[in-house]
């Protein structure tokens, strides 16, 4: 079978991450690293069994395993290989890989950024929106990496084109993996439907607000004044969705308003500006052929900027579940199998199990496709 070195992981050109990632292991795995780097441009795989340790080391390590040489800038791809456990941030490593491998046996664990120092009251409100943060940009690196994986799932497990109401796509695919995850990964399902539907009525009710619109797009607001905008259409959907005669702003309510308003802040100002770089090689199957019908009728120069456009649109259902999913991800204890992580598209590819993976693509096409010179010696 033809091996594309992408696709595959090497021991001959890898690290290993045993035990905590910390600033010791780093500064022990350093040469090897830099040694792999010069060597060559082939993919470095990474193998991970560990509990975790902080965001900024796991930061750290990625940004030394992707960095260039003196003598070329391009960064070699990394393949990350969970063995047994890749718990906190070494599952945050092992998603953020180009290629991401599991075994079948391999536990997967997420959960929030956390604070394990000593802090005191003075601190703790500050403490807390960092963590809050920190937690919604992890997020949306997820989201990031998952776009590609998940779509692959959707696409080659159900023989799914784009050319019908993708809401309506997105929930059969979910009826689809359900039966197919643990109870952990079912309730990280369900809970990420819940957050998902919750951010699909916060834009509605945000976007659709007459004062959120002024403020937006009038020139020169300042952007308190969209904020104060954004603030009272969510104050009037909490009145709205709490009728009951004891709902108090002052017991709980702006706690609620505040989780609301951090939520949709970073939907639609982070969140939702993501797709458009990662829709090129989906877009045959997002856009309908009303779509290309009316993308030939455009002048030439336009096209390519309407066609992101609407595909844009389309893909929001998708990348609205996505975000849901990678936000839950970072809430609570989210202890996944391999199967949990490969089909909510955390992970590529589970080895010696017979799915469908872009390794496994890769082969067809070349057998599909072979160079001149095999085809001719065939």
Same mark, same amino acid.
């Given at each position: 079978?033809?091996?594309?070195?992408?696709?595959?992981?090497?021991?001959?050109?890898?690290?290993?991450?045993?035990?905590?990632?910390?600033?010791?292991?780093?500064?022990?795995?350093? %040469?090897?690293?830099?040694?792999?780097?010069?060597?060559?441009?082939?993919?470095?795989?990474?193998?991970?069994?560990?509990?975790?340790?902080?965001?900024?080391?796991?930061? !750290?390590?990625?940004?030394?395993?992707?960095?260039?040489?003196?003598?070329?800038?391009?960064?070699?791809?990394?393949?990350?290989?969970?063995?047994?456990?890749?718990?906190?941030?070494?599952?945050?490593?092992?998603?953020?890989?180009?290629?991401?491998?599991?075994? %079948?046996?391999?536990?997967?664990?997420?959960?929030?950024?956390?604070?394990?120092?000593?802090?005191?009251?003075?601190?703790?409100?500050?403490?807390?929106?960092?963590?809050?943060?920190?937690?919604?940009?992890?997020?949306?690196?997820?989201?990031?990496?998952?776009?590609? &994986?998940?779509?692959?799932?959707?696409?080659?497990?159900?023989?799914?084109?784009?050319?019908?109401?993708?809401?309506?796509?997105?929930? !059969? /695919?979910?009826?689809?993996?359900?039966?197919?995850?643990?109870?952990?990964?079912?309730?990280?399902? $369900?809970?990420?439907?819940?957050?998902?539907? &919750?951010?699909? $009525?916060?834009?509605?009710?945000?976007?659709?607000?007459?004062?959120?619109?002024?403020?937006?797009?009038?020139?020169?607001?300042?952007?308190?004044?969209?904020?104060? =905008?954004?603030? /009272?259409?969510?104050?009037?959907?909490?009145?709205?969705?709490?009728?009951?005669?004891?709902?108090?702003?002052?017991?709980?309510?702006?706690?609620?308003?505040?989780?609301?308003?951090?939520?949709?802040? !970073?939907?639609?100002?982070?969140?939702?500006?993501?797709?458009?770089?990662?829709?090129?090689?989906?877009?045959?199957?997002?856009?309908?052929?009303?779509?290309?019908? =009316?993308?030939?009728?455009?002048?030439?120069?336009?096209?390519?900027?309407?066609?992101?456009?609407?595909?844009?649109?389309?893909?929001?259902?998708?990348?609205?579940?996505?975000?849901?999913?990678?936000?839950?991800?970072?809430?609570?204890?989210?202890?996944?199998? =391999?199967?949990?992580?490969?089909?909510?598209?955390?992970?590529?590819?589970?080895?010696?199990?017979?799915?469908?993976?872009?390794?496994?693509?890769?082969?067809?096409?070349?057998?599909?496709? %072979?160079?001149?010179?095999?085809?001719?010696?065939?």
């Amino acid at each position: 079978m033809p091996e594309n070195l992408n696709f595959t992981p090497n021991p001959n050109r890898s690290i290993l991450i045993h035990g905590v990632i910390a600033y010791e292991l780093i500064d022990n795995l350093l %040469p090897q690293i830099l040694k792999l780097q010069a060597e060559s441009k082939d993919p470095i795989t990474v193998y991970i069994n560990s509990p975790g340790g902080t965001v900024q080391d796991c930061d !750290n390590l990625l940004k030394l395993l992707k960095a260039g040489t003196i003598d070329s800038p391009s960064a070699c791809q990394i393949i990350t290989v969970a063995m047994f456990t890749a718990a906190s941030a070494a599952a945050k490593l092992l998603v953020d890989g180009d290629y991401a491998v599991a075994y %079948p046996w391999s536990q997967i664990y997420f959960h929030g950024v956390r604070v394990t120092k000593l802090i005191t009251a003075e601190v703790a409100e500050a403490e807390t929106e960092r963590l809050l943060e920190t937690n919604a940009g992890t997020a949306q690196r997820f989201a990031e990496k998952a776009f590609n &994986r998940f779509l692959l799932r959707l696409v080659t497990s159900r023989g799914a084109t784009f050319v019908q109401d993708n809401s309506v796509v997105l929930r !059969n /695919h979910i009826d689809f993996i359900r039966p197919k995850l643990s109870p952990s990964g079912k309730d990280v399902l $369900q809970q990420t439907i819940a957050r998902s539907a &919750r951010y699909n $009525q916060l834009v509605s009710k945000v976007i659709q607000d007459q004062r959120f619109d002024t403020a937006l797009n009038r020139a020169g607001a300042r952007m308190a004044e969209v904020e104060a =905008a954004m603030l /009272h259409a969510l104050v009037d959907l909490e009145v709205e969705l709490h009728p009951e005669a004891e709902f108090r702003f002052s017991e709980g309510g702006l706690k609620l308003l505040s989780d609301d308003a951090m939520l949709i802040w !970073n939907y639609l100002f982070k969140y939702s500006k993501k797709p458009q770089h990662m829709l090129v090689m989906w877009e045959n199957y997002f856009l309908r052929p009303e779509d290309l019908a =009316a993308l030939d009728q455009m002048d030439q120069a336009v096209r390519p900027a309407e066609r992101n456009k609407r595909c844009v649109e389309l893909v929001k259902p998708i990348w609205t579940f996505l975000v849901a999913l990678c936000h839950t991800l970072q809430t609570g204890e989210n202890d996944l199998t =391999a199967l949990d992580a490969y089909w909510l598209g955390l992970i590529d590819e589970i080895i010696s199990l017979d799915l469908n993976s872009p390794r496994l693509l890769a082969v067809a096409q070349q057998i599909a496709n %072979p160079p001149t010179d095999i085809a001719a010696e065939g």
